[in-house]
T-cell receptor, first 112, second 115 residues
Framework: QKEVEQDPGPLSVPEGAIVSLNCTYS??????FMWYRQYSRKGPELLMY??SSGNKEDGRFTAQVDKSSKYISLFIRDSQPSDSATYLC????????????WGAGTKLIIKP | GAVVSQHPSRVICKSGTSVKIECRSL??????MFWYRQFPKQSLMLMAT?????????EQGVEKDKFLINHASLTLSTLTVTSAHPEDSSFYIC???????????FGPGTRLTVL
């Protein structure tokens, strides 16, 4: 079993829909959770960074962490075709333990 | 802020030659930089972690003599693929850990094609 599980998709939704992307993990030591967006043939771009459990909102993006269930989510409201990309979750055990453990990435397609 | 650049963005070389890829943090200092490799439709694979002024730490299965890493300053790390072969063709991405925030910021990647 991988430490971080993420459905590779593709996930195809119509423009304007709410998108839900998820990752599950097995290591209860993870405390720092990140979502990256990667466009084709580009490096990943940090979208959201959260510590421990709870919600964090930034514009159309909301990140949720449920440590009791070992489950994290990224919600995208009012999705746009420009949101079409691969979304990767990543997590680490501590502030000084900086090695990120990555999900496989979910390919998201927003249809106009 | 927090921009990481990579050069070159794309390189094509003949089998047996060596290729150097530069990774720079443009507006912040990074004590630690990471080198990743990504195959098509796959996630990032960490190759090595490099700390400024010390030897890089390589992940299991990554040949340190083939992938030479130098981290000479707080803003520059280089990856040299020595005696490249077609199976080394891949997308190489670096990231830099922000000295103050610990967040990793990624470069745009370098596509290496070995003929």
């Amino acid at each position: 079993q991988k430490e971080v599980e993420q459905d590779p998709g593709p996930l195809s939704v119509p423009e304007g829909a709410i998108v839900s992307l998820n990752c599950t993990y097995s290591n209860s030591a993870f405390q720092y959770f990140m979502w990256y967006r990667q466009y084709s043939r580009k490096g990943p771009e940090l979208l959201m960074y959260t510590y421990s459990s709870g919600n964090k909102e930034d514009g159309r993006f909301t990140a949720q962490v449920d440590k009791s269930s070992k489950y994290i989510s990224l919600f995208i409201r009012d999705s746009q075709p420009s949101d079409s990309a691969t979304y990767l979750c990543a997590m680490s055990a501590g502030h000084s333990n900086y090695q990120l453990i990555w999900g496989a990435g979910t390919k998201l397609i927003i249809k106009p | 802020g927090a921009v990481v650049s990579q050069h070159p963005s794309r390189v094509i070389c003949k089998s047996g030659t060596s290729v150097k890829i530069e990774c720079r943090s443009l507006d912040f200092q990074a004590t630690t930089m990471f080198w990743y490799r990504q195959f098509p439709k796959q996630s990032l694979m960490l190759m090595a972690t490099s700390n400024e002024g010390s030897k890089a730490t390589y992940e299991q299965g990554v040949e340190k003599d083939k992938f030479l890493i130098n981290h000479a300053s707080l803003t520059l790390s280089t990856l040299t693929v020595t005696s490249a072969h077609p199976e080394d063709s891949s997308f190489y991405i670096c990231s830099a850990r922000h000295l103050l925030t610990d967040t990793q910021y990624f470069g745009p990647g370098t596509r290496l094609t070995v003929l």
